[in-house]
C-alpha cells in the first residue's frame, strides 16, 4: 500500500488519474469505481476522495488532461521544424495507448460522457486551426468551426475502430508504429494534396442555400 507521508499530493492525484484513465479505457466508467480505480493505481480508497472530491470529480479531471493532452499533440503541427520520429515518439510517450483506449470507450459509451469529449475535442481543434492559420502552417476556412466539427468526427472514427484500422492497414495495433505510420503519412496526404483536382464540388454546393455558420458551442447550449 502506499505510504501516504512519502508522496507529494501532485505525484499522488497524477498516479490515481493514471490509473483512472487506464481502467476505464479497458472497462469503461459504468464499472469503475473509486475503490477499483484505488486498487489500480496502489493507493487508499480515501485518497481518491481526499484529491479529487467523488467519482465524478476524478471523471472530469480524467477528462480535462486528456483534452490537454490532446491538445499538446495537435500543437507538434506548428512547430517549424519536422515531426519527431514515430517509433521514438511513442516510446518517450507511453501514456498515448491508454489515453486513446481511454477515448474510445468515452466516445463508444455515447451520452453526455461522449458529448462532453467530443465537443471538449471540437473547441480544441477550432483554437488550433486558427493558431495554425495564424503561424501560416494552415489556410484559414469560410467555416472553421464547421471544420473543427468534421475533423473530429473523422478523428473519431480512428478511436473507435482502431483494431478494424490496424488489420486492413496490415497490422495489429492503430499505435504500433509501421501501422501509425502508414496511417499518419496517408492522412497527412490528403490534407497536404487536394483530393480533388478542381473544385466544382464546392462550386456546386456554395451555389446553394445553407445556414448561417454555428457559433461555437451553440449545440451544447441546444442541450441546455
Known amino acids: ?7 507529494d499530493d501532485r505525484t499522488t492525484s497524477a498516479r490515481i488519474r493514471d490509473a483512472a484513465i487506464s481502467y476505464v479505457g479497458k472497462h469503461g466508467w459504468d464499472r469503475a469505481t473509486s475503490r477499483l480505480i484505488a486498487a489500480e493505481a496502489g493507493v487508499p480508497v480515501g485518497l481518491v476522495n481526499y484529491h479529487f472530491g467523488s467519482k465524478d470529480g476524478l471523471h472530469k479531471a480524467c477528462d480535462d488532461w486528456v483534452i490537454e493532452r490532446v491538445g499538446e499533440d495537435k500543437g507538434l503541427l506548428l512547430g517549424s521544424g519536422p515531426l519527431p520520429h514515430l517509433d521514438t515518439y511513442l516510446e518517450d510517450h507511453p501514456e498515448l ?6 477515448i474510445a470507450m468515452s466516445l463508444r459509451h455515447g451520452g453526455p460522457v461522449a458529448d462532453h469529449l467530443f465537443e471538449s475535442m471540437v473547441t480544441l481543434t477550432h483554437d488550433m486551426l486558427e493558431l495554425a492559420a495564424d503561424a501560416g502552417a494552415m489556410r484559414r476556412f469560410k467555416d472553421p468551426y464547421a471544420m473543427s466539427v468534421v475533423l473530429v468526427a473523422y478523428g473519431s472514427g480512428a478511436s473507435l475502430f482502431g483494431p478494424i484500422i490496424a488489420r486492413l492497414l496490415g497490422g495489429t495495433d492503430l499505435l504500433d508504429p509501421d501501422t501509425y505510420l502508414r496511417y499518419g503519412r496517408t492522412t497527412v496526404d490528403l ?12 462550386q456546386s454546393l456554395d451555389s446553394q442555400d445553407v445556414p448561417p455558420a454555428s457559433a461555437e458551442g451553440e449545440l451544447h447550449k441546444e442541450k441546455e
Open 1 to 7: 500500500m502506499l505510504n501516504v507521508g512519502s508522496n
Open 191 to 202: 490534407f497536404t494534396q487536394p483530393l480533388f483536382t478542381d473544385d466544382r464540388y464546392l
Open 97 to 102: 495507448r491508454p489515453m486513446s483506449a481511454y
